[in-house]
DNA sequence: GCGTTACCGAATACAGCGTTCGATACGATT
DNA sequence: AATCGTATCGAACGCTGTATTCGGTAACGC
């Protein structure tokens, strides 16, 4: 692939990534977006279809990472053997601090409806295994909650990122009765 | 006061809640407001300075309702002599039962960050009296937590209107160590 | 070197918000 | 009933932002 396009599009990330920081992605312009990446406006929607589309290839990227396989071993942590749900949570939210300067803007708004689209695809495979079934609670509302759970958590947790990840795991788990 | 400007008033009230039974907040337009209220553009914004002054002022229309004393006595519940936090909740969710038609189009998107500002202010009270000091949780972090908790039961109840103000409230506080 | 392809940037169409203005219809006061 | 004030209408406008188009330029691969 011609290298010119993958620049382009790195570009076009990191300008986004950047705003982010900043500002609610609701807010954050197409213009805002090339004028930083200092691309043209026909390169952007050539790279991708609406601003959204750029959100949604923003967030499968962030995930693909996050709950990437075979990285067990890596320095920052290692959890190999452990299979718990704790664990499965620290080891996400290890990976989900990478990226903790921008979730705020995503998940603010009408934002979050695509990444948490992209966010429970991957999750409920997850938490269903910690279900159980005699609850007299529907299955649907637990799901549900649990997901919304972690995407509050996430969120408080950009605003107090003094919290290590086994403590906000910590804090999401207690919440339930496990 | 005139009573034609009550009738503006009104029939851009319930035109805004007819639309929002269909669509979300964001997606509905001015234009769709005033020509489904059948009023002038004009008498939109004298009425509202903004499209978003008039979801606040529809937001506090509801709870005011919701949050009312001296209901305690209607026929469809009555917990007078009761204050327990189940007793409360059940009590709030009767009334919201009766605007939960147009709650999900409120609680997505942007525009849920108006109407929790509405609901926080209000259910901080109630939920500051059930926090135990001992817990090793950050205050902030559970408060804000119960609030998502429940404007997410409320957005979940409204794909499952089935279920009755008592059952939803069970099922909210049962994810909760109380 | 030459064709292909990515790229630039300005102009354009379009949608939605909020404003302005002159004309009209209704309500209250006398 | 006549009149004054005000609520109302609707069309036009400016503004911002999204997405498209197009002619010209520069870089890459062979």
Not at 25 to 36: F, M, P
């Amino acid at each position: 692939m011609d290298c010119r396009q993958r620049k382009s599009r790195q570009a076009i990330f990191r300008a986004f990534a950047e705003l982010l920081k900043k500002e609610n992605y609701s807010k954050i312009t197409v213009q805002q977006i090339i004028d930083l990446a200092d691309v043209g406006r026909t390169i952007f929607y050539t790279h991708f279809e609406t601003k959204d589309a750029l959100l949604e290839s923003f967030c499968a990227e962030i995930f693909e990472h996050v709950f990437s396989e075979g990285l067990d071993k890596e320095k920052t942590h290692d959890f190999s053997g452990e299979h718990d749900m704790k664990a499965r949570v620290t080891h996400i939210l290890y990976h989900l601090r990478e990226h903790i300067d921008y979730l705020p803007g995503i998940l603010s708004g009408d934002s979050d409806e695509i990444f948490m689209g992209c966010f429970k695809e991957r999750l409920s495979g997850l938490f269903a295994k910690s279900f159980r079934e005699s609850e007299p609670v529907s299955y649907d509302y637990v799901l549900n909650h649990m997901m919304n759970d972690f995407a509050e958590t996430i969120r408080w947790w950009a605003g107090h990122s003094r919290y290590s990840p086994e403590e906000i795991s910590a804090f999401s788990l207690r919440l339930h009765r496990d």
